[in-house]
């Protein structure tokens, strides 16, 4: 039944250590994307891919990198996270008009 | 750049009473507009969109919303709230202009009910 699958839920790292999160679809849709969401703010785009195409925002960290290896699977990879980094992580995939969201990935940097 | 301002931080209401969260978008062309929710522990649902026709949208669990071109605003509303409402709510804009695959998030307006 699930749509939009990230795991973990939860992820703990180490600050400096890199760190991969996974997102996964059963909708194949073309459209994938990755959102960070802090407390209290709202979702920012990092980046999405239109099919193979990589669309970054101009202003998404160089510490911040992605991979789509096929239709299904996108993950984010944090090179070298900081204490900045700590927050949910969201992603979402669309067709046309509406996008459809994971549960998150909260990730925690000690 | 377009941007999407929530001015509802946070709203506290009782049960039955009537909801009105305010979103106003800065972009003057063509827009898609949508409200999305945020239960406690859960993932981001569409409540409800707007792409053209009747301004006044219903979405689901009761809830609608009107466009204003004219005022920029596309506020949600429900006559009666419930407990079980009790979220975050996030307006959201897409425009053709600015990249139809990307949509912009207002900061969100997280709403309590109060039994």
């Known amino acids: 039944d699930a749509m939009v699958i990230q795991n973990p839920r939860y992820q703990v790292t180490q600050f400096g250590k890199p760190v991969t999160l996974s997102c996964s679809q059963t909708?194949?849709?073309?459209?994938m994307y990755w959102y960070q969401q802090k407390s209290s703010q709202a979702p920012k785009l990092l980046f999405h891919y239109y099919d193979k195409d990589f669309n970054n925002e101009a202003d998404t960290p160089d510490n911040f990198q992605s991979r789509r290896p096929n239709t299904s699977f996108c993950f984010l990879d944090i090179r070298s996270p900081g204490l900045g980094d700590a927050a949910m992580y969201l992603c979402?995939?669309?067709?046309?008009?509406?996008?459809?969201f994971g549960p998150g990935t909260r990730l925690t940097v000690l | 750049a377009q941007s999407v301002s929530q001015h509802n931080h946070h709203v506290i209401l009782s049960e039955a009473a009537s909801l009105e969260l305010g979103c106003n978008y800065s972009?003057?062309?063509?827009?898609?507009l949508f409200w999305y929710v945020q239960y406690p522990g859960q993932h981001l649902q569409l409540l409800l969109k707007?792409?053209?026709?009747?301004?006044l949208v219903k979405g689901i669990k009761g809830f609608e919303a009107e466009f204003i071109k004219s005022k920029f605003s596309f506020n949600l509303r429900k006559p009666s709230v419930q407990w079980s409402d009790t979220a975050e709510y996030f307006c959201?804009?897409?425009?053709?202009?600015?990249?139809?695959?990307?949509?912009?998030f207002g900061t969100g307006t997280r709403l309590t009910i109060i039994p």
């Open positions: 707007y792409f053209s026709g009747d301004p």
């Open positions: 959201a804009v897409k425009s053709p202009n600015f990249g139809n695959e990307k949509l912009t």
């Open positions: 979402a995939t669309s067709r046309e008009d509406e996008q459809f």
């Open positions: 909708l194949n849709h073309n459209v």
């Open positions: 972009y003057g062309g063509t827009v898609n």
